[in-house]
């Protein structure tokens, strides 16, 4: 059992910076392959970046260059840092154990004028 909760959503200009955590608790954190993921209205869920146990990553094409997933093995955390955001990231972004049933409940982020 994997509990996951998402933090650090907001309303950013664009241009803006948001920097999303995720900390897992219940199992152990530095067996499992990360993802983040994220849904807008209308729009199927989509994964934006994933990070392997040993660090490789993996990045959504409009992602790239702007985002930046990371973990800390040690506080059972991943983060996705968020750069150069556009109006076109608005959605709910959630993280997801890959493989597995577990997500988070989610996190808005808005990027608005």
């Known amino acids: 059992q994997v509990h996951l909760v998402e933090s650090g959503g907001g309303l950013v200009q664009p241009g803006g910076s948001l920097r999303l955590s995720c900390a897992a608790s219940?199992?152990?954190?530095?067996?499992?392959?990360m993802g983040w993921y994220r849904q807008a209205p209308g729009k199927e869920r989509e994964m934006v970046a994933s990070?392997?146990?040993?660090?490789?990553?993996w990045y959504l094409d409009s992602a790239k260059g702007r985002f930046t997933i990371s973990r800390d093995n040690g506080l059972n955390t991943v983060y996705l840092q968020m750069n150069s955001l556009e109006p076109e990231d608005t959605a709910v972004y959630y993280c997801?154990?890959?493989?597995?049933?577990?997500w988070g409940q989610g996190t808005q982020v808005t990027v608005s004028s």
């Open positions: 997801h154990v890959l493989g597995r049933i577990y």
């Open positions: 219940g199992s152990i954190f530095s067996m499992y392959n």
């Open positions: 990070i392997s146990t040993v660090g490789f990553t």
